[in-house]
């Protein structure tokens, strides 16, 4: 199985920063990755499909970029609403899809 | 729109068994491969299992082979997980999600708790 590893796994950072978040695969994966935001107590939502495609209705701050194995998520100037957990999935070699272990991002 | 809407959650004894069910309606429900994702209290995200658009492709995660069993039925928009010789470990919230590769639409998940 192709294992994920995101990190950091908790980010604090204050309104107006720029955020950054990698993921590395265990094998070359492409572009098949994905970015997802998780609120406490909510299912998560695809921000970020095919490592660097925006979701239809999701704010441009939010980018991703990277193929093979290395990928990074940033957003660009950090919003209140942005607190949230963020985990990357590959879907390039099913079954299964694996997830990052996730990224806690806090505000300062 | 599309909605995937969870049900089946709830309290279970170690070795008991539970259904899941998701209703899907807002698109073809036939048309798309479909998958069961958990998430155990504080921690990431578990990929579960998967089944194919015709219900002729089945996978499972290692951690719940020979327990759970996912099936779906295309005329009722309806996807199910059955778990059986539940453990404590499975204790999560448990996802149905649209999966093309890319999950862009999921349940608002249901809770297994898995206690004596």
């Known amino acids: 199985d192709i294992q994920m590893t995101q990190s950091p796994s908790s980010l604090s950072a204050s309104v107006g920063d720029r955020v950054t978040i990698t993921c590395q695969a265990s094998?070359?994966?492409?572009?098949?990755l994905n970015w997802y935001q998780q609120k406490p107590g909510k299912a998560p939502k695809l921000l970020i499909y095919d490592a660097s495609n925006l979701e239809t209705g999701v704010p441009s701050r939010f980018s991703g970029s990277g193929s093979g194995t290395d990928f990074t998520f940033t957003i660009s100037s950090l919003q209140p609403e942005d607190i949230a957990t963020y985990y990357c999935?590959?879907?390039?070699?099913?079954?299964?899809?694996?997830f990052g272990q996730g990224t806690r991002l806090e505000i300062k | 729109q599309v909605q995937l809407v969870e049900s089946g959650g709830g309290l279970v004894k170690p070795g008991g068994s539970l259904r899941l069910s998701c209703a899907a309606s807002?698109?073809?429900?036939?048309?798309?491969?479909m998958s069961w994702i958990r998430q155990a209290p504080g921690k990431g995200l578990e990929w579960v299992s998967y089944?194919?658009?015709?219900?002729?492709?089945?996978y499972y995660a290692d951690s719940v082979k020979g327990r759970f069993t996912i099936s779906r039925d295309n005329a009722k928009n309806s996807l199910y997980l059955q778990m059986n010789s539940l453990r404590a470990e499975d204790t999560a919230v448990y996802y149905c999600?649209?999966?093309?590769?890319?999950?862009?639409?999921w349940g608002q998940g249901t809770l297994v708790t898995v206690s004596s």
């Open positions: 807002g698109f073809t429900f036939s048309d798309y491969y």
């Open positions: 089944i194919s658009s015709s219900g002729s492709t089945i």
């Open positions: 999600a649209r999966d093309g590769g890319i999950l862009n639409y």
């Open positions: 094998q070359d994966i492409s572009n098949y």
């Open positions: 999935q590959q879907y390039d070699n099913l079954p299964p899809n694996t």
